[in-house]
């Protein structure tokens, strides 16, 4: 199934402050393969959005956006002093928080209400009231833009 690709796309609502603006191509992907077929496509440059929190756009963006919306959230693997979750990058961080701790996974708590998601947190290393992301952050599986090619880190 192809991508659905938005041509002057108002980015508007995809960002916290607001501005009027514009992508010149918008597409939303869900899975891997949504990804391989995006970063094929002609249209440059190529920027990956989140939430949109961390950004601030002063003009019209003159290429594609990559709106990451990887969902899901699974208990992988928990003892009686840790767990390991799978997330998808593109739930928020307080989706996330609240889960965890519906699932009774405490350590989190702190880092409630950060804006954002979770593809982004660990570039941008959230903390608050004494909770690091760095702390608790195991891997995360990402998608090289240029090459294809999956990378763990």
Same mark, same amino acid.
């Given at each position: 199934?192809?991508? +659905?690709?938005?041509? +002057?796309?108002s980015?508007?609502?995809?960002?916290?402050?607001?501005?009027?603006?514009?992508?010149?191509a918008?597409?939303?992907?869900?899975?891997q393969?949504?990804?391989?077929?995006?970063? %094929?496509?002609?249209? *440059?440059?190529?920027?990956?959005?989140?939430?949109?929190?961390?950004?601030?756009? =002063?003009h +019209?963006?003159?290429?594609?956006?990559?709106?990451? *919306?990887?969902?899901?959230m699974?208990?992988?693997? =928990?003892?009686?002093?840790?767990a390991?979750?799978?997330?998808?990058?593109?739930?928020?961080? %307080?989706?996330?928080?609240?889960?965890?701790? +519906? *699932?009774?996974?405490g350590? #989190?708590?702190?880092?409630? #209400?950060?804006?954002?998601?979770?593809?982004?947190?660990?570039? *941008?290393?959230?903390?608050?009231?004494?909770?690091?992301? /760095?702390?608790?952050?195991?891997? #995360?599986? /990402?998608?090289? #833009?240029?090459?294809?090619?999956?990378?763990?880190?």
């Amino acid at each position: 199934m192809a991508l +659905d690709v938005y041509h +002057d796309f108002s980015l508007e609502d995809y960002h916290t402050f607001g501005a009027k603006v514009r992508a010149k191509a918008f597409v939303r992907v869900r899975e891997q393969k949504d990804v391989l077929e995006a970063i %094929h496509m002609e249209v *440059q440059p190529k920027m990956v959005l989140g939430g949109g929190s961390n950004l601030l756009f =002063t003009h +019209d963006f003159e290429g594609l956006i990559i709106h990451n *919306q990887f969902d899901g959230m699974e208990v992988l693997y =928990t003892d009686e002093s840790s767990a390991v979750i799978e997330v998808g990058g593109g739930v928020t961080w %307080h989706e996330l928080v609240l889960w965890c701790l +519906d *699932q009774d996974l405490g350590g #989190l708590e702190n880092l409630s #209400l950060i804006p954002g998601t979770v593809g982004a947190a660990p570039i *941008q290393n959230i903390g608050a009231y004494g909770v690091e992301l /760095a702390d608790v952050f195991d891997s #995360l599986d /990402a998608i090289d #833009l240029t090459t294809g090619a999956r990378r763990t880190f």
